[in-house]
């Protein structure tokens, strides 16, 4: 049974469709959204091995004119000189701006390709594919795009909102243990910040198996949470900055260990308990928060800790993050688990105790 989810912003409003082996139906789900015949993939080689051939299969069986694209995997595709293939192949494709782009992959191609569609031609339509837990709940959705510059994470970017969003839940059971932590983080943070019940839920599943046994009512609940705030916040000018609790402390631990050490999952579940352990410290957390989720960290068996955060690097890599207005530094804090308010810093916060 399809689970579907509308995101409205008027002329901008899309859906996503949350289904097991949705793939077997692209092209009925696709027509109903875009008119047209020419299709362009844009994937990765460790996705396009399981799942390129199937999904082209279908769109030929539909009636569409398909090319694509196959990038290495990993965060160090997301660059500018990535782009400049893809706009070639596009070009050799012909692509016009009636044609519609796919993004079939994890965050990185999401944000790539998303970036790709929002800047060729001045802008065509695409649909996303995510295919893994962190981008179903979380990249897929809010027309974010981007990609990374030496300096930092998502410095280039724009907002792009895709036209469809199709999430087949069946793709994670190929994904690694790791690969689901992953995305897992970015699914305990919405509890975290926005709903307890849904945080106290998460707290009692155990395994893989528990996770993937309720994975419809996980990418469902995540999905529409994220979904209240874009509506209310599409440009991340207020509400939607909430959503980038952890985040700050993220891309700066992600961009020191030169996106190699931890994924982004992992930085953001250290982002998570390190900025509230300093939160308590600094009395703007009520006491035992870092703790709880400390636990659940625990419980999933992921990174919590890497130390002292005042490292020099990262405070570097912080001070050039895209949420810094002038010398004013916006940081998401908990009151408590469930709620969550924007806080007005600097740097400094974090070396104050």
Do not use: W
């Not at 859906?15 to 139906?25: A, G, T």
């Not at 709940?137 to 410095?155: E, P, T, W």
């Not at 993937?212 to 990418?219: R, T, W």
């Not at 509400?239 to 999952?265: D, P, Q, S, V």
């Amino acid at each position: 049974m399809a689970k579907k989810i509308h995101v409205n912003l008027n002329e901008k409003s899309y859906d996503i469709i949350i289904k097991e082996d949705i793939l077997k139906s692209l092209s009925e789900e696709i027509k109903k959204v875009y008119k047209g015949e020419k299709l362009f993939i844009i994937t990765d080689d460790i996705v396009a091995r399981f799942y390129l051939d199937k999904v082209i299969n279908n769109l030929k069986d539909g009636g569409f004119s398909v090319d694509y694209i196959i990038l290495p995997n990993g965060e160090k595709t997301k660059s500018i000189e990535s782009l400049e293939p893809i706009y070639n192949a596009l070009i050799d494709f012909n692509m016009t701006r009636k044609d519609m782009i796919i993004t079939l992959g994890g965050g990185v191609i999401g944000d790539l390709g998303g970036f790709v569609a929002s800047t060729f031609l001045r802008g065509v339509g695409f649909i996303q594919i995510p295919t893994t837990l962190l981008s179903q709940v979380d990249s897929s959705v809010g027309g974010k795009v981007a990609i990374d510059l030496k300096k930092g994470k998502n410095l280039v970017g724009s907002f792009h909102q895709p036209k469809l969003v199709l999430i087949d839940t069946n793709v994670l059971t190929t994904l690694s243990l790791r690969n689901i932590k992953d995305g897992l983080a970015e699914v305990i943070k919405y509890g975290l910040i926005f709903d307890k019940d849904f945080f106290e839920f998460l707290s009692n599943l155990k395994t893989k198996e528990d996770i993937l046994n309720n994975i419809e009512h996980i990418v469902y609940t995540s999905c529409n949470l994220k979904r209240i705030v874009v509506e209310e916040d599409e440009k991340d000018t207020g509400e939607r900055m909430k959503l980038n609790f952890g985040h700050t402390l993220a891309h700066g631990i992600e961009a020191h260990f030169n996106y190699e050490k931890y994924t982004h999952g992992e930085a953001v579940a250290i982002g998570m308990y390190e900025i509230t352990k300093h939160s308590e410290k600094l009395g703007l957390t009520s006491k035992g928060v870092s703790d709880k989720i400390k636990d659940i960290l625990i419980n999933f068996d992921m990174e919590y800790d890497i130390g002292a955060i005042n490292n020099d690097s990262i405070l570097s890599h912080i001070s050039s993050d895209k949420k810094n207005e002038g010398k004013v530094l916006n940081v998401i804090l908990l009151n408590e688990i469930g709620k969550c308010y924007i806080h007005k810093t600097n740097t400094q916060f974090f070396k104050d105790e």
